[in-house]
């Protein structure tokens, strides 16, 4: 990654220094530019090669990065050698969600230029995009969303380009391919990136600091197709010629850029304009953009007639909407460049007009334009550098592990490495750290490296099942916070005492079972044949002895048996219970599962019984035996679904009536409770929105639920095309599904006549009938108020799913009407962007990205790709407002479940009204006109 030294860091400042010079004294002397500073990747290829019309050298892709598949394009498909050769090969990433280039320009503390370009020329055979099936898949910059790369004609080249900045503290620039549609494999054919002046683009342009994406560049006034890039312009933008029905001029002359001037537009493009037909005539054009959307218009100037004295051209430029003049009385220079923009302006609708001023006896002009968006403030988020250099040593002590780092290991922020967890620890700055490590089964060979200590700020740490030998270092025993420590499946045959002592204090869960003296170089399996050996919290630096393998081997499966007989043994008391009769939950068990890139650490510490109800519990549904339920489900032939509770099959009663029944997994030890609270809940509710209970099972040591079938599964099921479904939601239809859902919820809270408070709220356990109906189902962790006076529930079995926790609830295990409501504010993001509420299992949140967006107002890095722009904006930004209200930090903040309700019908009258149908997608965005003509832009 090039993390430097102080003394490299001096040698690379001279170096870009001179550089700088050298490129400085070519521009101002007129000399043939050259392409120093440039990198130019040729994506696939197998040998480097020299762009036919520009000239620059192209490299092979290998030294940037370690994943992807190299392809060569159809020859039937290549547009007939139209484009360069370098568009002739692909790099196409089957494999994973998070593919990323490692870009390391030589010139720290520098803007650049990037550029991505992607033809798909059916290089895969698969004839993809042409079934009106775009190819969809994201572009991050860094931890920057840039891009929803959409390939709808795979025929024809799709081409992005930001202007970004590099810092000297953090020398990398990662450029990330994300898998956004399972449908998509995301590919690329170009990877571009070059060297600008500081001074190109003023600092205010945009507030973002210079983090911009370009929407279009064109050359006005210019005749044919000819594109303008290198080495016309030193640069390498490329302008694309606009041809208009306006007047044109052109010069042979050349055109000089003056002492300050911000942008360098290259003589050659400066030297043709458009100009209105007459002066009283007017040049316009609009950019009509997505809600809370700032463009930045840069209009490029200069005059190509040498007026006489008496002649006057001077153009106002007026902002429809804005305060002002936009621009007054600029004139033109005679062969020299000027620019005209603005900082950031957000309105509904960019409307220009260029006119004559007052004393103008010639028309307006203009000569190119570019227009640029901001990229999300997330952009300048990066990993805590001293992070950076602790986990590469590591990547570099283990060179046999088998993981695909490459970039910087926290961004984009929802895909950080495979198996790290990342989280920015303060509120001051955005540096993220790296809080967890799960490297279970990874290839592991040697010591516990020393480097792990310095990730100071990691609180789990998985290590298990590796070939990892020798002592471990006494340093990881002076890490602040770390809490989990899993050793089990190594070779190793040594504890610090430091470690221990921690362990004994109850600050550290340490994991030391199943450790081997010898490693044969096969990577250890969990739960296989290697001899245990002792826990850790017994072992002080001495060599582990089998006495005490034994006696930690032998009591917690003792202690597991005697906990499976006092389960069977009240199971088999409950089988003989009446329908009517009182039944006493069992006692329950504190669960804590880490989610760590696929693997699960699961820590269990045993309480009395708990929540002994005064009330009784009395089933009134039907109790069916034991061997029903096989002939109902034809010995259960049918799974539709699995989950922590246990298995779902489909069913058929006498009747023919469909219905779905749960069988309780007796592995889990809160199956139980979770079966009682489950029945009991669904036996006192009765609503259109929560699935019905049919019956329920207590027979032959078995506990089963049987329960309504919904045929179109869950809400998660359709989000993400699980179990074959292809047809993607529309917007009206994912309103309609999270409306029904929310009037159950608010049933639960204000019509049961002892309120409930779900505490399980997510997309799948959001079921579907025929017609799309919703239900709320899975009230096994379900809690009732007893009282009117009761503001709460206390949570003392916490079972959660990953993602949908209120955080309040981690500190005070306390659960009421607002921590269901921020659960369902996670599923309201999640029917907005299609996106899980955790990319992979780790602890980088869906909230933290869409927060970055939201605060922005960048609704196109929020919304689906897979609606492909067919929604209202404004219904779209009343749900993502309601969200960001049930997710706020403070609880009374958050609305109650009625006032959802109400809110996310207003938002489906808005998506439905004909009146405020719109789409609002880019390419329907932007036009000219000159008078009652208009023209657009994007079409060259």
Same mark, same amino acid.
């Given at each position: 990654m090039g993390y430097l030294n102080l003394e490299k860091k001096m040698m690379l400042w001279c170096r870009s220094l001179l550089l700088g010079v050298l490129i400085a004294a070519v521009q101002v002397n007129g000399q043939t530019p050259t392409s120093d500073g440039f990198i130019s990747i040729d994506c696939g290829a197998t040998?480097?090669?020299?762009?036919?019309?520009?000239?620059? @050298?192209?490299?092979?892709?290998?030294?940037?990065?370690?994943?992807?598949?190299?392809?060569?394009?159809?020859?039937?498909?290549?547009?007939?050698?139209?484009?360069?050769?370098?568009?002739?090969?692909?790099?196409?990433?089957?494999?994973?969600?998070?593919?990323?280039?490692?870009?390391?320009p030589a010139i720290l503390d520098n803007k650049y230029l990037l550029r991505a370009s992607f033809f798909y020329g059916n290089y895969d055979g698969k004839n993809s995009g042409w079934d009106n099936s775009p190819l969809l898949f994201d572009l991050y910059i860094g931890s920057g969303f840039w891009k929803t790369v959409n390939i709808s004609d795979p025929s024809i080249p799709v081409t992005y380009e930001a202007i970004t900045a590099i810092s000297a503290y953090h020398p990398l620039l990662p450029v990330c391919l994300i898998r956004s549609d399972s449908s998509s494999t995301p590919f690329i054919s170009l990877l571009e990136m070059r060297l600008l002046k500081n001074t190109l683009f003023p600092g205010d342009l945009p507030d973002y600091g210079n983090f911009i994406k370009l929407f279009m560049r064109r050359?006005?006034?210019?005749?044919?197709?000819?594109?303008?890039?290198?080495?016309? #312009?030193?640069?390498? %933008?490329?302008?694309?010629?606009? &041809?208009?029905?306006?007047?044109?001029?052109?010069?042979?002359?050349?055109?000089?850029?003056?002492?300050?001037d911000q942008f360098e537009v290259p003589s050659v493009v400066l030297q043709t304009a458009s100009v209105s037909a007459g002066v009283n005539d007017s040049i316009q054009f609009y950019v009509n953009p997505a809600s809370h959307i700032a463009y930045f218009v840069i209009l490029h100037f200069s005059e190509l007639e040498l007026l006489p004295e008496k002649d006057v051209r001077e153009v106002d430029v007026y902002l429809d909407g804005f305060s002002g003049n936009y621009t007054a009385n600029y004139a033109p220079i005679y062969l020299k460049s000027g620019s005209v923009y603005h900082p950031q302006v957000v309105l509904s609708q960019y409307l220009f007009s260029l006119n004559a001023s007052k004393r103008a006896t010639r028309p307006p002009i203009l000569n190119a334009l570019e227009i640029y968006s901001g990229i999300s403030q997330s952009f300048g988020r990066q990993s805590n550098l001293a992070d950076?250099?602790?986990?590469?040593?590591?990547?570099?002590?283990?060179?046999?592990? $088998?993981?695909?780092?490459?970039?910087?290991?926290?961004? !984009?922020?929802?895909?950080?490495?495979?198996?790290?967890?990342c989280r920015k620890i303060t509120e001051e700055g955005g540096e993220l750290r790296i809080t967890a490590i799960n490297l279970s089964s990874s290839g592991l060979v040697g010591e516990v490296s020393y480097f792990f200590s310095e990730l100071t700020e990691i609180r789990v740490l998985d290590l298990s099942y590796n070939n990892l030998s020798g002592r471990i270092p006494n340093s990881l025993a002076g890490m602040p916070y770390l809490g989990v420590? &899993?050793?089990?499946?190594?070779?190793?045959?040594?504890?610090?005492?430091?470690?221990?002592?921690?362990?004994?204090?109850?600050?550290?869960?340490?994991?030391?079972?199943?450790?081997?003296?010898?490693? #044969?170089?096969?990577?250890?399996? !969990?739960?296989?044949?290697?001899? @245990?050996?002792?826990?850790?919290?017994?072992?002080? $630096?001495? +060599?582990?002895?089998?006495?005490?393998?034994?006696?930690?081997?032998?009591?917690?499966?003792?202690?597991?048996?005697?906990?499976? *007989?006092?389960?069977?043994? /009240?199971?088999?008391? +409950?089988?003989?219970?009446?329908?009517?009769?009182? *039944?006493?939950?069992?006692?329950?068990?504190?669960?804590?599962?880490v989610d760590l890139g696929g693997s699960q650490l699961q820590y269990t510490s045993h309480q009395s019984s708990v929540d002994h109800k005064d009330n009784q519990l009395h089933f009134g549904s039907r109790q069916f035996m034991y061997a029903e339920l096989e002939n109902i489900t034809k010995k259960?032939? /049918?799974?539709?679904?699995?989950?922590?509770?246990?298995? *779902?099959?489909?069913?058929?009663?006498?009747?023919?009536?469909?219905?779905?029944?749960?069988?309780?997994?007796?592995?889990?030890?809160?199956?139980?409770?979770?079966?009682?609270?489950?029945?009991?809940?669904?036996?006192?509710?009765?609503?259109?929105?929560?699935?019905?209970?049919?019956?329920?099972?207590?027979?032959?040591?078995?506990?089963?639920? *049987?329960?309504?079938?919904? =045929?179109?599964?869950?809400? #998660?099921?359709?989000?993400?095309?699980?179990?074959?479904?292809g047809r993607v939601l529309n917007w009206a239809?994912?309103?309609?599904?999270?409306?029904?859902?929310?009037?159950?919820?608010?049933?639960?809270?204000?019509?049961? @006549?002892?309120?409930?408070?779900?505490?399980?709220?997510?997309?799948?356990?959001?079921?579907?009938?025929? $017609?799309?109906?919703?239900?709320?189902?899975?009230?096994?962790?379900? +809690?009732?108020?007893?009282?009117?006076?009761?503001?709460?529930?206390?949570?003392?079995? =916490?079972?959660?799913?990953?993602?949908?926790?209120?955080?309040?609830?981690?500190?005070?295990?306390?659960?009421?009407?607002?921590?269901?409501?921020?659960?369902?504010?996670?599923?309201?993001?999640?029917?907005?962007?299609?996106?899980? =509420?955790?990319?992979?299992? %780790?602890d980088v949140q869906l909230i933290e990205r869409v927060q970055l967006s939201f605060e922005a107002g960048d609704i196109n890095a929020i919304v689906d790709p897979k609606l492909q722009g067919m929604y209202n904006t404004e219904s779209v930004w009343k749900v993502l407002e309601l969200a960001m209200r049930c997710m706020a930090r403070?609880? #009374?903040?958050?609305? +109650?479940?009625?006032?959802?309700?109400?809110?996310?019908?207003?938002?489906?009258?808005?998506?439905?009204?004909?009146?405020?149908?719109?789409?609002?997608?880019?390419?329907?965005?932007?036009?000219?006109?000159?008078?009652?003509?208009?023209?657009?832009p994007a079409a060259r």
């Open positions: 040998a480097n090669s020299t762009d036919s019309i520009t000239g620059i @050298p192209y490299i092979t892709d290998d030294q940037f990065i370690e994943t992807g598949v190299k392809y060569n394009v159809s020859s039937t498909n290549y547009l007939n050698s139209s484009l360069p050769k370098q568009y002739s090969t692909v790099r196409s990433f089957p494999d994973g969600d998070r593919n990323c280039y490692s870009l390391k050359n006005l006034g210019a005749s044919g197709d000819k594109i303008i890039r290198f080495p016309d #312009d030193p640069y390498d %933008r490329i302008w694309e010629p606009m &041809n208009i029905t306006l007047h044109e001029l052109s010069t042979d002359k050349t055109v000089k850029h003056g002492q300050f950076v250099e602790a986990i590469l040593k590591i990547k570099e002590a283990y060179k046999t592990m $088998n993981k695909n780092w490459v970039g910087d290991p926290c961004v !984009p922020v929802s895909f950080p490495w495979a198996g790290l967890s420590l &899993n050793l089990t499946g190594n070779c190793i045959t040594q504890v610090p005492e430091g470690l221990v002592e921690k362990s004994k204090e109850g600050s550290l869960i340490l994991r030391f079972d199943n450790n081997t003296d010898t490693c #044969d170089g096969s990577n250890p399996t !969990p739960g296989g044949n290697s001899t @245990p050996s002792s826990n850790s919290t017994t072992a002080t $630096n001495k +060599k582990i002895t089998a006495p005490i393998v034994i006696v930690l081997s032998v009591v917690p499966a003792f202690l597991l048996l005697v906990v499976v *007989v006092l389960i069977l043994w /009240r199971i088999r008391r +409950k089988t003989q219970a009446i329908n009517h009769e009182v *039944v006493q939950p069992l006692s329950e068990s504190w669960q804590f599962n259960f032939s /049918r799974t539709i679904g699995k989950g922590g509770f246990g298995t *779902v099959f489909h069913g058929s009663l006498e009747d023919g009536t469909e219905v779905a029944v749960k069988i309780c997994s007796l592995s889990s030890k809160q199956a139980p409770n979770l079966f009682l609270a489950e029945v009991e809940n669904l036996s006192s509710v009765r609503h259109k929105n929560l699935v019905s209970l049919v019956g329920y099972c207590m027979d032959s040591g078995q506990m089963a639920i *049987v329960y309504e079938y919904m =045929p179109l599964g869950s809400l #998660d099921d359709h989000l993400r095309g699980k179990a074959g479904i239809e994912r309103l309609q599904i999270i409306i029904d859902a929310a009037q159950g919820l608010d049933y639960l809270y204000n019509g049961c @006549p002892m309120p409930i408070i779900h505490r399980d709220i997510k997309t799948s356990n959001i079921l579907l009938g025929q $017609n799309l109906e919703a239900k709320i189902s899975d009230f096994g962790l379900s +809690k009732a108020f007893h009282s009117d006076l009761q503001s709460h529930v206390s949570m003392t079995a =916490p079972a959660f799913s990953l993602g949908y926790i209120d955080p309040m609830c981690l500190k005070t295990w306390k659960f009421n009407e607002k921590t269901d409501v921020y659960s369902f504010g996670v599923v309201l993001l999640e029917i907005i962007t299609g996106e899980p =509420p955790v990319r992979h299992d %780790r403070d609880v #009374d903040q958050r609305p +109650k479940m009625a006032e959802v309700v109400t809110q996310l019908r207003e938002s489906l009258e808005c998506e439905t009204s004909e009146k405020s149908k719109s789409m609002t997608t880019e390419s329907q965005s932007m036009a000219f006109m000159k008078k009652s003509t208009i023209f657009d």
